[in-house]
């Protein structure tokens, strides 16, 4: 499975992105697939993410009701929309995935990171 992220950038704070996580060699609907972030100097966090087998997304505290996480089986993406952000969001965002059916510590597959810079 390979896993290519996209969508990153600049923007100010208050402004919107949409990351893209599409995938290759499986489809998207037997993959559980989340995001996590890493601010320079800081460890990887959690961001959210969504089982196969659940249909409903889970979040970070930090990032719920602003962010959302959803699926395009026919595009075999799974998308990060992030509304409100903040500078505290900025971050290297990465999708991971795995074929376990519910969310994780750890991850089989990774995709690159995709810079997000919001800001002040």
């Known amino acids: 499975v390979q896993l290519q992220a996209s969508g990153g950038g600049l923007v100010q704070a208050g402004g919107s992105l949409r990351l893209s996580c599409a995938a290759s060699?499986?489809?998207?609907?037997?993959?559980?697939v989340v995001w996590f972030r890493q601010a320079p100097g800081k460890e990887r966090d959690f961001v959210g993410g969504?089982?196969?087998?659940?249909?409903?997304?889970r979040y970070a505290e930090s990032v719920k009701g602003r962010f959302t996480i959803s699926r395009d089986n026919g595009k075999n993406t799974v998308y990060l929309q992030m509304n409100s952000l903040k500078v505290e969001d900025t971050a290297v965002y990465y999708c991971?995935?795995?074929?376990?059916?519910?969310?994780?510590?750890?991850?089989?597959?990774w995709g690159q990171g995709t810079q997000v810079t919001v800001s002040s």
């Open positions: 991971a995935a795995d074929f376990r059916p519910t969310l994780q510590t750890n991850y089989a597959y």
């Open positions: 060699g499986s489809t998207v609907s037997s993959l559980t």
């Open positions: 969504t089982g196969w087998s659940a249909p409903s997304a």
